[in-house]
């Protein structure tokens, strides 16, 4: 317990840089997102899964298909303030776990961080309920086991700065590719749309609020991952 939560050294400061531009080419260049989105729509359904069970619903599944895309179900009152929120924490998911994880970094809790988010991993798989999901699940989390248990303190600095770096840039492209995706006549049930019909805000009002929480939290997170 007291190496978990003990400091560990950040890594040299040409690193942190190396481990930021591998996280933007992930999300920059489509050939490497396609299959990098995957982590991303981890958080965004665990994110809908965590309000879901926060605000008193009953989470019943979480599925993760093969495109990137995801399904979460919980029951609950079909109007209200418990599913806002949970259709609402989907998109804000990743940023604001990257921004968690930069707070971490920040103050050197490399390993905290690790198994912090084993745990959160292990916790999700018990509601996964399809064999894509449960696969990337389980590979997910084995990445974060294998680096806790089997590598030194720089590896594991250096992976964990990739991985925040990941979540803060790629908690960014989400959005956009919503946006996108609508003004071409598409996605007609997204997160926005239903919080758009529940609250009868603009669907693009909830887009701007996605927008504005994957930026800040990427402006946040630069903050804390770049002190030295």
């Known amino acids: 317990m007291t190496e978990i939560l003990g400091t560990q050294p950040a890594p040299d400061r040409w690193l942190v840089y190396?481990?930021?531009?591998?996280?933007?080419?992930?999300?920059?260049?489509?050939?490497?997102?396609?299959?990098?989105?995957?982590?991303?729509?981890?958080?965004?359904?665990?994110?809908?899964?965590?309000?879901?069970?926060?605000?008193?619903?009953?989470l019943?599944?979480?599925?993760?298909?093969?495109?990137?895309s995801g399904l979460t179900v919980s029951r609950g009152s079909p109007t209200g303030v418990g599913v806002i929120l949970t259709l609402a924490a989907g998109y804000p998911a990743a940023p604001l776990l990257g921004l968690g994880g930069a707070a971490l970094l920040g103050t050197h809790h490399t390993t905290l961080l690790l198994w912090a988010a084993t745990a959160l991993l292990l916790a999700m798989l018990v509601m996964v309920r399809n064999a894509y999901g449960i696969l990337t699940v389980v590979l997910t989390g084995a990445a974060f086991l294998l680096v806790s248990w089997l590598t030194g303190p720089?590896?594991?600095?250096?992976?964990?700065?990739?991985?925040?770096?990941?979540?803060?840039?790629?908690?960014?492209?989400?959005?956009?590719?919503?946006?996108?995706?609508?003004?071409?006549?598409?996605?007609?049930?997204?997160?926005?749309?239903?919080?758009?019909?529940?609250?009868?805000?603009?669907?693009?009002?909830?887009?701007?609020?996605?927008?504005?929480?994957?930026?800040?939290?990427?402006?946040g997170g630069c903050r804390w991952l770049l002190r030295f």
């Open 18 to 58: 190396v481990t930021a531009a591998c996280a933007l080419a992930l999300v920059v260049f489509r050939r490497l997102w396609l299959p990098a989105r995957n982590a991303i729509t981890i958080a965004h359904e665990g994110g809908h899964g965590l309000a879901a069970l926060a605000t008193g619903r009953r």
């Open 60 to 68: 019943e599944a979480i599925r993760l298909h093969s495109d990137t």
């Open 154 to 219: 720089d590896v594991q600095s250096v992976f964990a700065y990739a991985v925040v770096w990941f979540l803060l840039l790629g908690g960014v492209r989400p959005a956009f590719e919503l946006q996108a995706k609508r003004r071409h006549g598409g996605a007609p049930d997204s997160d926005a749309d239903q919080l758009a019909r529940l609250t009868h805000v603009p669907a693009g009002v909830w887009l701007l609020f996605f927008h504005t929480v994957s930026i800040c939290c990427l402006i």
